[in-house]
């Protein structure tokens, strides 16, 4: 089937607008991860989805960023007031077991003028 | 808090020649490592993790709690592993993977 899809692939945006990340999962995973890929930096985690259990948050990098799942399906990163350092990949993963791998999907390249 | 090192941005090795791309890890339980690839226009994909104990693609790595490593060798580099080859760690109850920088593997035809 399908593996992890997200959109848009790419994104220019102006610094101080708001910006909407998408990411489907592969059906049937119950857990699904939001990472950011900085220039030069490796991935960082920033939020974390596991069924109908309350997001792990710890990764957001500011109060600008939050994120929602909804229907236990599709998940939407958002992103306020974009900064310039919020330039980057940002990459979703999904999983059906938080035990199992995580499956990747191709990014979103988010770069803020 | 849990930290993965990679020392080497880029590494350059000679077709035929082994391979070592290095990691280092930082966690005070038991960790579980991983070695992920993401070879030229493709997604990030999984290569190996240490608790299946499994050789993909010619590539092993053993897990040192002594060191602190997690390196990934193969004794015999092919032109088709030139990629990006990230190491990652979760840890016990920590369902999130704590990434290294990333090495660039570079195959000399």
């Known amino acids: 089937g399908a593996g992890v899809s997200q959109s848009p692939s790419n994104k220019v945006t102006e610094k101080g607008k708001d910006v909407e990340l998408r990411c489907d999962p592969i059906s049937g995973h119950t857990a699904l991860y939001w990472y950011r890929q900085s220039l030069g930096q490796g991935l960082e985690f920033l939020i974390y989805?596991?069924?109908?259990?309350?997001?792990?948050k710890s990764g957001l990098p500011s109060d600008r960023f939050s994120a929602e799942r909804t229907g236990g399906s599709v998940s939407t990163l958002t992103i306020q007031r974009t900064q310039q350092e919020d330039s980057a990949v940002y990459l979703c993963?999904?999983?059906?077991?938080?035990?199992?791998?995580?499956?990747f999907g191709p990014g979103t390249r988010l770069t803020v003028t | 808090a849990q930290r993965v090192t990679q020392p080497e941005k880029l590494l350059s090795v000679f077709k035929g020649a082994p391979v070592e791309l290095k990691c280092n890890y930082s966690y005070s339980g038991s960790p579980e490592l991983f070695w992920y690839v993401q070879y030229s226009r493709q997604r990030l994909q999984l290569l190996l993790r240490h608790i299946s104990r499994e050789s993909i693609k010619g590539f092993t790595a053993d897990l040192n709690k002594g060191e602190t490593s997690f390196h990934l060798k193969k004794p015999f580099a092919q032109e088709e592993d030139s990629a990006m080859y990230y190491c990652?760690?979760?840890?016990?109850?920590?369902?999130?993977?704590?990434f290294g920088t990333g090495t660039r593997l570079t195959i000399i035809p």
């Open positions: 993963a999904s999983s059906p077991n938080p035990v199992y791998e995580q499956y």
């Open positions: 989805f596991q069924g109908n259990s309350a997001p792990d």
């Open positions: 990652a760690l979760k840890g016990f109850g920590n369902e999130k993977l704590t």
